[in-house]
C-alpha cells in the first residue's frame, strides 16, 4: 500500500535502461572478445590479410579463416602501444605483401546519442528525489498534489442533508443545533463571550448516522462542508499527512464559516506511543499537525471541526483536551421509535404493500442501526424486484431481514436426509431450550434450509448489545447456546463440528461474565477483562493485569459454569424429547417453522391454525422500550 505510488516510476525506469541498453547493442560493433596477445600474435605470425584501428577497436580480415570466421575484432587497451609494437613486424610484412593495408581511424567524434541513455536515467533520478523532498516541503507546488487535503467541498452528492434526513437522534440534533446557530450568527455568541466548542466527536457505532449528522450541521448552517478521511491522512511520503492537515484548515479558513470534517479520525489520532508497526512516525507527526491547527485558529474564525469515531477510548488524550474535541456526542443505536422513523424515511422512494407494518418491523430489529435499516429495505426491494413484483410486501422484508443476519438462503446445496435429520436436531435443541428457559427471549422462527456458512438457524429476539442484561439471563443464554450441542449427544449418540460456533459464543459469554462483569462468587466483583487495550499489528490485544493463578481460577470458572449450563440443558431437552421429536419431524417437512408455529406444538395446540409468517409476527417487545 505503501509503495504503490512508486511502482510505477520503477516499471518506468527498468523499460527505460532495457531499451538504452538495446540500443546500446545495436549501435556498438560486434567486438568479439579475442585477448590482446592473440591479437598480437595473429599478426606477427602474417594471418591478417588488413586490419583497421578505429578507436580502440581492431578490425582485421584474415588470410586463413580461424574457426570458420574471416574477420576478427578485439579491443585493443592501447592501439598506439600497439602499433608501436607491431612497427617493425608491419612494416616487414607490407613489403612482403603478406599485409595488403592498415589504416588507423582516430577516435570518432563524440556522439550526442551515446549520452541519451544516461541523461535520461540521471534525469529521472533527479525528478524522483525532487518529487520525494520538495513534494513534502513545498505544497504549493504545481506539480505535486501529494500534500494537498482531498477535501470535499460542499455537499459531495450536491444533495443538501438537513436534520429532517437524519430520521430519530433527537438528543444528537438537539446538541448540533447550538452548533448550527453559532455558525449561523457567531456574533450572536462572541459579542456575549460564550465559548462555543473548537470540535466535536461524533461517538458511536458504525452506521449509526455520524456521517449524515455532520453533513446535516453543515446543511442546516448553510455552511461549506470540508470532510476527509482519517484514512486519507495515511499516506506514503513521511510528511504528506501533516501537509494536507494543514492545507484542509487553510482552505477551511478561506471559505469561513465552514465546517472541517475528519471520518474516522481513530485511524490518524490513535494514542502515541503505543502499538507497533510501520507508519509511526507518520501518523505522530500527522496528529501532532491536527493538534497545532487546533489550537492556532481562534474561536471568532467561523470554523468548527467535527469528528467521528466509533473508538473514542483509543484516540489520543491530547485530543481530547479543552479547546480540542472537549464535547463529545454519543451517537447510539436507534431505539424502537427510532427504528419506526429511519424505516418511514428510507421506505419513501419504496412502493410498499399494504401488508408492510413498519412498526412491526422496527420491533423485530432491536440493535440495528440506521445503515442496518437501510440495508434491509433496500434488500427487501431487490427481492421484489427479482419477482417482477412492483410492490414489496412482508415476506420481502422477512427474507431481507433472514438474509442479512444469516447470509443468503443455498436452497440448491445437495442435503441427504441425514444431514437435514441433524441440523433439525441441532436447532430443534436449540428451540426447546429456549422455550423452557424463563428469562429467555422467545424463539420467532427456526430453519434447517442453510444460510451463509450454516446449516440451520433459530432466531429469537436480535441480541441487543446495548440492552442490560442480569447474571440469569446471561446464564440462560448460554444454556440456549448448547441446546445444538446437546440435542446432538443425546439423539445421535455422536457430536459434530455444527456447534463450534455456539461454543465459541457460550465461552466468550462464561468468560464476560466471570472474568468481566464481577459475576462469579469464587472471584468475587472484580473485573479483570476490562484493562485497556494495546494494538499489536493489526489487532487489539488485552492487556492482562491479573496473575497466573487468577487465570487458573478463571478457567476453572469458565469450565464449572459451562458444566453446570451444559448439564442444565441435558435435564430440559430429555425432559422434552418428545416435544424435541415433534419439532424435528416437522422441520423435516416442511423445513421452516414459525413461532407461532412453534408455541402451537410446545402448548399442544394445532399447528395448522397457527400463522406461518415468521420474525415479523409482532411477538414480542423491544425490551427497552418497556
Ligand atoms: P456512520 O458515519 O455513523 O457510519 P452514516 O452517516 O454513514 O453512518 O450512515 C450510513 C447510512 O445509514 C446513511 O447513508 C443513511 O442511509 C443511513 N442512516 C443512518 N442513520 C440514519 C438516520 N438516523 N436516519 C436516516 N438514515 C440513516
Ligand atoms: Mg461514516
Ligand atoms: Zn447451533
Known amino acids: 500500500m505503501k509503495n504503490r505510488r512508486i511502482i510505477p516510476l520503477l516499471v518506468y525506469l527498468v523499460v527505460l535502461i532495457a531499451v538504452f541498453s538495446w540500443a546500446n547493442q545495436l549501435f556498438s560493433k560486434n567486438v568479439s572478445s579475442v585477448p590482446y596477445s592473440t591479437v598480437v600474435q595473429l599478426v606477427k605470425a602474417g594471418h591478417v590479410k588488413a586490419f583497421v584501428v578505429e578507436g580502440t577497436t581492431i578490425h582485421m580480415e584474415l588470410n586463413t579463416p580461424i574457426n570458420g570466421k574471416t574477420t576478427l575484432s578485439a579491443v585493443l587497451a592501447d592501439p598506439e602501444a600497439f602499433l608501436q609494437e607491431l612497427k617493425p613486424s608491419l612494416d616487414e610484412q607490407l613489403a612482403s605483401g603478406v599485409l595488403e593495408s592498415y589504416h588507423v581511424i582516430p577516435p570518432k567524434a563524440f556522439s550526442p546519442y551515446e549520452l541519451i541513455g544516461p541523461l535520461l536515467i540521471v534525469g529521472l533520478i533527479l525528478l524522483l528525489a525532487w518529487v520525494m523532498v520538495v513534494g513534502r516541503a513545498n505544497n504549493s507546488n504545481p506539480l505535486n498534489n501529494f500534500g494537498r487535503a482531498r477535501t470535499v467541498l460542499g455537499v459531495p452528492d450536491g444533495k443538501k442533508v438537513t436534520f429532517a434526513d437524519v430520521a430519530g437522534a433527537d438528543e444528537e440534533k438537539q446538541e448540533l443545533q447550538e452548533v448550527v446557530d453559532f455558525l ?9 463571550g460564550a465559548r462555543i466548542p473548537h470540535g466535536m466527536l461524533l461517538v458511536g457505532p458504525p452506521g449509526t448516522g455520524k456521517t449524515m449528522l455532520a453533513r446535516a450541521v453543515a446543511g442546516e448552517a448553510d455552511v461549506r462542508f470540508l470532510s476527509i478521511s482519517g484514512s486519507d491522512f495515511v499516506e506514503m511520503y513521511v510528511g504528506v499527512g501533516a501537509s494536507r492537515v494543514r492545507d484542509l484548515f487553510d482552505q477551511a479558513k478561506k471559505v469561513a464559516p465552514a465546517i472541517i470534517f475528519i471520518d474516522e479520525i481513530d485511524a490518524v489520532g490513535r494514542k502515541r506511543g503505543s502499538g507497533l508497526g510501520g507508519g509511526h512516525d507518520e501518523k505522530e507527526q500527522t496528529l501532532n499537525q491536527l493538534l497545532v491547527e487546533m489550537d492556532g485558529f481562534s474561536r471568532t474564525e467561523g470554523v468548527i471541526v467535527l469528528a467521528a469515531t466509533n473508538r473514542p477510548d483509543i484516540l489520543d488524550p491530547a485530543l481530547l483536551r479543552p479547546g480540542r474535541f472537549d464535547r463529545q456526542i454519543h451517537v447510539g443505536r436507534p431505539d424502537v421509535k427510532g427504528r419506526e422513523e429511519i424505516l418511514k424515511v428510507h421506505a419513501k422512494d419504496k412502493k410498499l404493500d399494504a401488508s408492510v407494518d413498519l412498526k412491526t418491523v422496527a420491533r423485530s430489529t432491536a440493535g440495528f442501526t440506521g445503515a442496518d435499516l437501510s440495508n434491509l429495505l433496500n434488500e427487501a426491494a431487490i427481492l421484489a424486484a427479482r419477482d417482477s413484483r412492483p410492490v414489496l410486501n412482508m415476506e420481502d422484508l422477512n427474507e431481507a431481514l433472514m438474509k442479512i443476519t444469516a447470509g443468503p438462503a443455498k436452497k440448491s446445496r445437495v442435503q441427504t436426509r441425514k444431514d437435514l435429520r441433524e441440523t433439525a436436531i441441532h436447532e430443534a435443541g436449540h428451540a426447546v431450550a429456549m422455550y423452557f428457559l424463563p428469562t429467555h427471549d422467545p424463539v420467532r422462527h427456526i430453519t434447517i434450509i442453510p444460510r451463509g456458512q450454516s446449516l440451520g438457524a433459530t432466531w429469537y429476539l436480535p441480541a441487543d448489545d446495548s440492552a442490560n442484561l442480569t447474571r440469569n ?16 449427544a443425546l439423539f445421535l449418540g455422536d457430536i459434530s463440528v455444527g456447534a463450534s460456533n455456539d461454543i465459541d459464543r457460550a465461552t466468550k459469554l462464561a468468560r464476560d461474565m466471570v ?4 459475576m462469579c462468587e469464587k472471584l468475587g466483583t472484580v473485573s479483570y477483562l476490562g484493562g485497556g487495550e494495546v494494538f499489536i499489528g493489526r489487532d487489539y490485544q488485552t492487556t492482562k493485569s491479573y496473575s497466573e493463578k487468577v487465570a487458573g481460577t478463571i478457567d476453572d470458572e469458565v469450565k464449572t459454569l459451562i458444566d453446570g449450563a451444559y448439564a442444565h440443558c441435558k435435564q430440559i431437552l430429555e425432559d422434552h424429547s418428545d416435544k424435541l421429536n415433534r419439532v424435528v419431524e416437522f422441520l423435516l417437512d416442511k423445513e421452516s417453522m414459525s413461532g407461532e408455529q412453534f408455541r402451537a406444538l410446545m402448548e399442544g395446540r394445532t399447528v395448522e391454525e397457527a400463522s406461518a409468517t415468521s420474525l415479523f409476527d409482532g411477538f414480542g417487545e423491544d425490551k427497552r422500550d418497556t
Not at 449561523?184 to 456575549?192: D, G, S, V, W
Not at 446471561?474 to 445444538?484: A, H, P
Not at 472474568?515 to 464481577?518: E, K, L, S
Request: overall charge positive.
Open 184 to 192: 449561523r450568527n457567531p456574533e450572536k455568541f462572541t459579542a456575549i
Open 473 to 488: 439471563q446471561m446464564y440462560e443464554q448460554i444454556v440456549s447456546l448448547l441446546g445444538g450441542r446437546v440435542a446432538e
Open 515 to 518: 472474568a468481566r462483569y464481577g
